[in-house]
């Protein structure tokens, strides 16, 4: 692959302490080091890279940058003995678009120890209709099983469900058999959710409780939590007895406040999720599982596809939670 070989990548550049995205011409040899240069062929958006993209300097420290989280495509060059050119890997999390040259590229060159072969039963736009986002969902439910002392049985919530990481959970939840309680602001999605498999939508208000008791009346076997704030410190009170909350989100807000009255007098576990640094083993059988028996028939319902070009336009309406299901980038 000669070095100087142009591609094109959305760059975000700092100006006067403004942030200007552009799609525009960058070379191989600018892309950071690694034993795996990739062809990208899909991406897909998600809330870190609106973050990445508009100067959010806790996600990215430095610009000019390409972010994407996400990337599949096909090996171009490796000097890695775990993959040869031509294999159909993605890439999700680690540094990967944050201070890293992300998956909004025609290239990306990463550490072969992020990269995963694409698992049989997914196609490379299919991984990147769950990307992160997708990750994220299948490893709360993972951990929610994980903890799960007994079978669950009962209503389970998802909060944030008309988002990418809320609609995958919803789809994922209900393939499994699961009595899915979808939660959102958007009124205008109930047809939406309900075609994901979700039995009920409530008004995201139904779980903003402000009466500042400590605990609720019982009703959630299980929660994936992606807003946090207060909705999450309200579900916190309604789950029911040693029930699990996989809070992965902070979209309304990253702050809790809490009593310790639910885990003490409830048995409530609370359960970090953190996909970035998913450890390899787990990353293969959450893949797996996604490729096979977690993967909802009504993927093709939760997703829109946008160009390189029309990105841009995507990351100001998910800034604003503007965003139903997924948005896939065709490179
Ligand atoms: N822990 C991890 O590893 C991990 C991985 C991926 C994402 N995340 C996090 O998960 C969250 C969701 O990511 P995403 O990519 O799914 O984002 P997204 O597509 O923008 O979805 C977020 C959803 O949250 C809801 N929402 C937006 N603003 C809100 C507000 N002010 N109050 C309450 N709800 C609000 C909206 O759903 P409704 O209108 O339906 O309520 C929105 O669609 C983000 O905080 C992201 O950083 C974490």
Redesign the pocket.
């Given at each position: 692959m000669c070095m100087n070989k142009n591609f094109k990548s959305l760059l975000v550049t700092e100006e006067h302490g403004k942030f200007i995205r552009n799609v525009t011409d960058w070379k191989i040899d600018g892309l950071p080091p690694g034993d795996i240069l990739i062809k990208v062929k899909y991406s897909s958006l998600?809330?870190?890279d609106a973050l990445s993209a508009s100067g959010n300097k806790g996600v990215t420290r430095k610009y000019p940058h390409t972010p994407g989280i996400d990337a599949a495509g096909i090996v171009a060059e490796t000097s890695s003995n775990k993959f040869k050119e031509g294999d159909e890997i993605l890439v999700t999390g680690y540094d990967l678009g944050m201070n890293t040259s992300g998956g909004f590229a025609e290239y990306t060159r990463v550490p072969s120890d992020w990269a995963v072969k694409l698992p049989a039963g997914l196609s490379l736009k299919e991984s990147m209709v769950y990307g992160?986002?997708g990750f994220?969902a299948g490893l709360s439910l993972y951990k929610l099983e994980q903890c799960s002392e007994e079978k669950i049985t009962g209503e389970v919530l998802v909060?944030?469900?008309?988002?990418?990481?809320?609609s995958l959970a919803v789809a994922i939840l209900a393939k499994e058999g699961y009595k899915v309680i979808a939660?959102?602001?958007?009124q205008d999605?109930i047809n939406f959710l309900k075609k994901l498999g979700a039995k009920e939508i409530i008004n995201?208000e139904e779980v903003d409780d402000k009466s500042g008791k400590p605990l609720l009346n019982r009703r959630w076997k299980a929660t994936v939590d992606?807003?946090g704030g207060n909705?999450l410190a309200t579900v916190i009170k309604q789950m029911d007895y040693r029930s699990s909350v996989a809070a992965?989100?902070?979209?309304?807000s990253p702050e809790l406040n809490t009593t310790v009255f639910p885990f003490i007098l409830r048995g409530v576990n609370l359960l970090g999720?953190?996909?970035?640094e998913t450890p390899m083993d787990l990353r293969m059988i959450i893949w797996h599982k996604l490729a096979n028996e977690w993967k909802p028939d009504c993927l093709e319902e939760i997703y829109t596809e946008c160009s390189l070009d029309e990105l841009s336009d995507k990351i100001d309406l998910?800034l604003q939670?503007q965003?139903t299901g997924r948005v896939v980038v065709k490179i």
């Open positions: 998600n809330y870190k992160t986002a994220t909060t944030g469900a008309s988002g990418g990481v809320g939660s959102t602001g958007k999605k995201r992606t807003v909705i992965c989100g902070n979209t309304y999720i953190n996909s970035a998910i939670g965003i």
